[in-house]
């Protein structure tokens, strides 16, 4: 059984450029969620979501970042117009329930290097 | 809202030593608390969990913690450190009788371990 699969691992895009970030849940997980890691910040949760649904996003900023977790396929984690800011590992997790006593799986992260 | 804090940025023991890992929280309802370990350049590895029961909980690598309501708190323990366990750890939470929620993370812990 894979694990949680993130991809690509780095990523370095030019300012004003658009990055997708992928994340492909555990086998049987139906719940996604994406963090961004700062250096001196921790992980900070961005966005919650089961298929086709975005179930929290109290964390993703107001403009530029957007999520989604089609039917079919991976999620995505799509950041328009880069600034340097967004320069971060970007974690994706997964759970088969959203709810209760069920641990998160993490992938590996994508680095992203904004130039 | 849930919150995660751990107080020290970094905890150095030498190797042979107990440590402890320390990580308070904040929930309106019963907490679901865990334990990630952090190695560089890798995604987040599950280490334990308290869902309810006994207060102290064992997990991977010989890992325990122990998880006391009226502090509020679930500090991670190893009766003897060993060089290998140098990494990031964080402690997160998440609202146990909410469904729906994700979990939330402290800001991390960088334990260094002395040979």
């Known amino acids: 059984n894979a694990g949680v699969m993130q991809n690509p691992r780095h990523l370095v895009r030019r300012r004003g450029q658009e990055a997708r970030l992928r994340c492909s849940p555990m086998k049987g997980h139906s719940h996604v969620y994406w963090y961004r890691q700062l250096p001196e910040e921790g992980l900070k949760f961005m966005v919650y979501l089961q298929k086709e649904n975005i179930i929290d996003e109290s964390g993703m900023p107001k403009e530029r970042f957007s999520a989604e977790f089609p039917k079919e396929g991976p999620s995505i984690l799509r950041i328009q117009q880069v600034v340097r800011g967004d320069s971060a590992a970007y974690f994706c997790?997964?759970?088969?329930?959203?709810?209760?006593?069920?641990?998160?799986?993490f992938g590996q992260g994508t680095r992203l290097t904004v130039v | 809202a849930q919150s995660v804090a751990q107080p020290e940025d970094q905890v150095n023991v030498a190797e042979g030593n107990p440590l402890t890992v320390k990580c308070t929280y904040s929930v309106s309802g019963n907490p679901y608390l865990f334990w990630y370990v952090q190695y560089p350049n890798r995604g987040l590895q599950f280490l334990l969990k308290y869902i309810t029961g006994d207060n102290l909980v064992k997990g991977s690598y010989g890992f325990e913690a122990e998880f006391n309501k009226s502090q509020t708190s679930f500090h991670l323990k190893k009766p003897s450190a060993l060089v290998s366990d140098s990494a990031l750890y964080f402690c997160a939470v998440r609202e146990g009788d909410q469904a729906g929620t994700a979990l939330i993370f402290g800001k991390g812990t960088t334990l260094s371990v002395s040979s």
């Open positions: 997790a997964s759970s088969p329930q959203g709810a209760g006593n069920t641990e998160a799986f």
